[in-house]
Structures are given as C-alpha cells and as structure tokens.
C-alpha cells in the first residue's frame, strides 16, 4: 500500500493538474466558424489551482454508522461490450493493478472518514432493476451509473434528483466535468454528471491513431506535427489513408483480414466527426433550451467529407459492415498489431488493447473541418460513456451528496493519476508526444445532445448508420426529420418543465 502511495504522490508531482482542468469552455461562435473556445475570465483562471495544489471540499467527519453506500451500475456483456464495464466504483482488495490499487485507496478513506462501506452492485437488467426499485418506493440505491443514452428516459420521467439542487455537491469545483455540466442540462437542470469519480467517461472520448511502421514505410509526414501546425484536417486524413492503402494478397479485392487500409472507422464516427468539426446536431439557446443547429453550409461541408471517407471501400474499412460475421474490435486491433492499417477511429478504452503491440503507435485528436478551425475538439461517446445520476428515492440527500462529493475529491488525486499518467501516459502512448497529444484532445471536449437524446432518430440514425447503409444524403435525411425533432425537443421541454 505504502508503495501504490509514492507512485500515485510521484505522478501527482509530475503536473496531472494539466489534464483534468479540461471541458469549461462553453459553445460559442468563432470568428472562422465553428464552435470555439472560450478563452476564460481572467479572473477565474485566477482562482484555479496551481498544478501541484490539492484543494478539497470543505467537509468534516460524519459517523454514518457503518452504512451501505450503494452504487447500482450496468454490466454489459458480449464480446465487444466486454471492457465496457466498472472498475471505477469498487474493489475488493489491493492486487498489483494500479487502477484497482487506486480505486481502493480511495473508498478507504472515505470509508474511514464517514464510518461507511461502499459496495456496487453490477447487473446487465440495472435499468429495470431501478425502475421497480423507484416505483416501488425503495431506498435501494444512493446512485446510479448508466451511459449516456440511458438516463434520457429515466431522467424525463422524474426518476434522478436534479443534480443543481443537490446538497454538498459543488459543482463549480474541479472534479466535476464542466463539458457534461455545460452540454447535458436542459432548461436548467441537471440529472446526470461526469468527472474524477468515474474513468468510463474517459475510456469514452474519441480520438484516433496510426500505427508508425506503417507511417515510415511510406515516408508519409510526422501526424504530431501536422496536428501542431493546426493542419489536421478531413481533407489531410483522406489524402494520407489514400497513400498506403494495398491489395497485399493480389486477389484483386480489398478485405479487411487480407490487406492494408488507409484508415479504420466505424458508425460513430460520423457524429464524432461532426463536433471534431467544430458543430454539434443540437444546441442550446442562452436559456438553456435545446435548439437544433444542425443543416447549417459548415455542417454539409463536414457530411460531405464523412461521405467521402465512409463511402471509400478501397482505402477506408467500416468495421460495422462486419459485425455479424466476427468480434470487430478484435479485428481492428489484429489489423494494427499486422501493420495492415494507418490510422483508426477510436475510443480510449482500446488503447490498452493495443498493449501487446511490438510496433509503435500515436495518439492524435480527430481531425478538424479545415485549418480555419482554431481549436480540435473531443465528443464523449454516448453509448459507452458513463455518467452518474441520484435515484429520486435515495433516502439521505445529504448524505449522498457528502460522500459523491469527498469520493470524486479524493478520485481526482488518487484514481486520475493512476487513469492519466500512469496507463495513458506511461504504459501505453510510448512516447512525449502522444502525451502532449494527449493534453490537445482533452483540452477541448464535448456531449452533443442531438445525438445523446436522438431527437428524431437523426442522430443515432441517419448520421451514425448511413455509412453502413453506403448512404450519403444527409440533406434529404434531415429534411425528412427536421419537424420531428422540433416535437422530440418539444416533449423533452414539457417533460422536465413537468418536473419543477
């Protein structure tokens, strides 16, 4: 134990700080197009920590006597679902795995402190099983961790606690994600939230890599500098995935467990592309309402380029054209480990899957629309992205908020570092500059609510599926569900409004 302490104070004092002030810029406009950063009040950047200042909530010791602190979450099975599970919230003893070791850690002190146990329970029917237990009236569970796409339903029918009125939790601080907070209220409430106490929403930000040997042996430019330069754009990845892409067994036919492909991909990275791009399907307005801002000539012009890349069966492979046929993470990671891919579409959780590797690979952001475009932004899977909700019928709000609030404190000091520096950092991007990639990708990051309710179908329909479907009309597709998403946005309002 003494051991996981000096390496997790050791990587603290290497300036984790850096990485997990992310996500606090809201939407707003710039002046090449797109959405920009806010460039921060002076004021408040004034008031943030130095990177090597610890700052806690001002709680003292409360003996709850010896109380189950329980957290609900989902277990997913299946093959490619697999690694979409916690370990996050729980863990039975200290095993050599550093992020096990810190998550332990971590519910001993506040354990100690409060006189509690915390305990989760994991279960593939989570969602039913919340329904009943809050239909029934039961104080079964002091939190719930579902992705993104599940609480939208739970939450508009009056089943969370709004998470702005919830005591002790200070959401101003910086272990709360400020990008889940900005991005997912509606109408000024808020019924799910990310941040330190959870890794499942880091393993969930999209990002891409390339695989280096086969970089260097088609002498292709360094992608590192490309993305300093600020020129990582659609246009830069479709001309480089075009260079390399070879029919490597000479039949004639490019297949994805034959031969080399520019670039790998799959359904979500169209919508993951359109905020790279610097745009989101819905907005909001100043008062927090959801406004459509997709059908826009910047959104077309990023279409046309996903059109462009989904549609190129020579040089690009769509991994979910195959999912009926075999494990297609499996075969993205054979493809990189064969060197029989340049670049890949991805979320970080695979890059752990990538371990085993004897080439070397980069991380870099997705890319931007053009170089006009200031900044590189980073969408957190809906699907796979966790976030953490307060069932209506957890029985001491208080004391809720208490513990959240120590344990996502404490998380950001104990299981960040070990998450960022250690497994990212250290293990797993080989090198300083995928570290400093790293700091660009998570520097900007962002929930499109279009896609996380999928007002009208069009976000988890027609953007994610039409590149699978070898379709490309987005135009036409929106027009056909433009006034219903307006009634889909409409019964969301009604819906929270009913909530007050």
């Given at each position: 134990m003494k051991?996981?302490?000096a390496?997790?104070?050791?990587?603290?004092?290497l300036g984790?700080?850096?990485?997990f002030?992310?996500?606090?810029?809201?939407?707003?406009?710039?002046?090449e197009g797109?959405i920009a950063?806010?460039?921060?009040?002076?004021?408040?950047d004034?008031?943030k920590?130095a990177?090597?200042q610890?700052?806690y909530?001002?709680?003292e010791a409360v003996d709850?006597?010896g109380y189950?602190?329980?957290?609900?979450?989902?277990f997913?099975?299946g093959?490619?679902w697999?690694e979409w599970?916690?370990?996050?919230?729980?863990a039975?003893?200290?095993?050599g795995d550093?992020i096990?070791d810190?998550?332990?850690?971590r519910n001993k002190?506040?354990e100690?402190?409060?006189?509690?146990?915390?305990?989760?329970d994991?279960?593939?029917?989570?969602v039913?099983?919340l329904t009943?237990?809050?239909k029934?009236?039961e104080d079964?569970?002091d939190?719930?961790?579902s992705?993104?796409?599940q609480?939208?339903?739970l939450?508009?029918?009056?089943?969370?606690v709004?998470?702005?009125a919830?005591?002790y939790?200070?959401?101003?601080?910086?272990?709360w994600d400020?990008g889940?907070i900005?991005d997912?209220?509606?109408?000024?409430?808020l019924?799910i939230?990310q941040?330190?106490l959870l890794?499942m929403?880091n393993?969930?930000?999209e990002?891409m890599?390339?695989n280096?040997?086969v970089?260097?042996?088609?002498a292709?430019e360094?992608?590192?500098?490309?993305v300093k330069?600020?020129?990582?754009?659609f246009d830069?990845l479709?001309?480089?995935?075009?260079?390399?892409s070879k029919d490597l067994?000479?039949d004639?036919?490019?297949y994805?467990?034959?031969?080399l492909?520019?670039?790998i991909?799959q359904r979500?990275?169209?919508?993951?592309f359109?905020?790279?791009g610097g745009?989101k399907?819905v907005?909001?307005?100043?008062?927090d309402?959801p406004v459509?801002?997709?059908?826009?000539?910047?959104?077309?012009?990023?279409m046309?380029a996903?059109s462009t890349?989904m549609l190129d069966?020579d040089?690009?492979?769509?991994?979910h054209?195959?999912?009926d046929k075999?494990?297609?993470y499996?075969?993205?990671?054979?493809m990189?480990?064969?060197?029989r891919?340049?670049?890949?579409?991805i979320?970080m959780?695979?890059?752990?899957?990538?371990?085993?590797?004897e080439m070397?690979?980069?991380?870099?952001?997705?890319?931007k629309?053009d170089?006009?475009?200031?900044n590189?932004?980073?969408r957190?899977?809906?699907?796979t992205?966790a976030?953490?909700?307060?069932?209506?019928t957890?029985?001491?709000?208080?004391?809720?908020?208490m513990?959240?609030?120590d344990?996502?404190?404490?998380s950001?000091y104990t299981?960040?570092?070990a998450y960022y520096e250690?497994n990212l950092?250290?293990?797993?991007?080989?090198?300083d500059?995928?570290?400093?990639?790293?700091?660009?990708?998570l520097?900007n990051?962002?929930h499109?609510?279009?896609?996380?309710?999928n007002?009208?179908?069009?976000g988890?329909?027609a953007?994610?599926?039409?590149g699978q479907?070898y379709?490309?009309?987005y135009?036409?597709d929106?027009?056909?569900?433009?006034?219903?998403?307006?009634k889909?946005?409409e019964?969301v309002i009604?819906?929270?409004?009913?909530?007050?």
């Amino acid at each position: 134990m003494k051991k996981i302490l000096a390496v997790i104070s050791a990587v603290l004092f290497l300036g984790a700080f850096a990485l997990f002030a992310a996500c606090d810029s809201p939407d707003v406009k710039s002046e090449e197009g797109g959405i920009a950063a806010n460039p921060g009040d002076p004021a408040e950047d004034s008031a943030k920590e130095a990177p090597t200042q610890r700052i806690y909530p001002d709680l003292e010791a409360v003996d709850f006597g010896g109380y189950e602190f329980t957290v609900l979450t989902v277990f997913a099975g299946g093959a490619d679902w697999v690694e979409w599970n916690h370990r996050d919230i729980s863990a039975d003893e200290i095993n050599g795995d550093v992020i096990n070791d810190a998550v332990y850690l971590r519910n001993k002190k506040i354990e100690e402190k409060y006189n509690i146990q915390i305990t989760e329970d994991s279960s593939d029917g989570a969602v039913n099983k919340l329904t009943k237990s809050i239909k029934a009236g039961e104080d079964a569970y002091d939190a719930f961790c579902s992705r993104m796409v599940q609480f939208v339903a739970l939450s508009q029918n009056g089943n969370f606690v709004d998470l702005f009125a919830m005591p002790y939790l200070d959401l101003s601080k910086p272990w709360w994600d400020r990008g889940t907070i900005r991005d997912l209220s509606v109408i000024n409430k808020l019924f799910i939230l990310q941040g330190d106490l959870l890794i499942m929403d880091n393993d969930a930000m999209e990002t891409m890599i390339f695989n280096k040997a086969v970089l260097q042996s088609n002498a292709l430019e360094n992608p590192y500098d490309i993305v300093k330069s600020g020129e990582w754009t659609f246009d830069k990845l479709t001309e480089m995935s075009r260079g390399v892409s070879k029919d490597l067994n000479g039949d004639g036919e490019m297949y994805i467990k034959d031969d080399l492909f520019g670039l790998i991909l799959q359904r979500d990275t169209a919508p993951s592309f359109i905020v790279s791009g610097g745009e989101k399907i819905v907005g909001k307005d100043e008062n927090d309402y959801p406004v459509i801002t997709f059908g826009t000539e910047r959104c077309y012009k990023i279409m046309e380029a996903i059109s462009t890349l989904m549609l190129d069966e020579d040089n690009v492979v769509h991994l979910h054209r195959y999912q009926d046929k075999f494990p297609i993470y499996d075969e993205q990671v054979k493809m990189f480990e064969e060197n029989r891919g340049l670049f890949s579409w991805i979320r970080m959780r695979i890059v752990e899957r990538l371990r085993g590797m004897e080439m070397d690979f980069g991380i870099i952001p997705c890319p931007k629309l053009d170089k006009a475009q200031a900044n590189y932004f980073t969408r957190n899977n809906p699907h796979t992205g966790a976030g953490i909700s307060i069932p209506i019928t957890a029985g001491d709000l208080e004391r809720t908020g208490m513990i959240l609030e120590d344990l996502s404190a404490e998380s950001r000091y104990t299981l960040q570092p070990a998450y960022y520096e250690i497994n990212l950092r250290g293990k797993y991007a080989r090198d300083d500059e995928s570290q400093e990639m790293l700091d660009i990708i998570l520097s900007n990051t962002a929930h499109d609510i279009g896609d996380v309710y999928n007002f009208g179908g069009f976000g988890g329909d027609a953007i994610s599926y039409n590149g699978q479907r070898y379709k490309s009309d987005y135009a036409a597709d929106f027009d056909k569900v433009v006034s219903k998403m307006e009634k889909d946005i409409e019964k969301v309002i009604a819906a929270y409004e009913k909530l007050d």
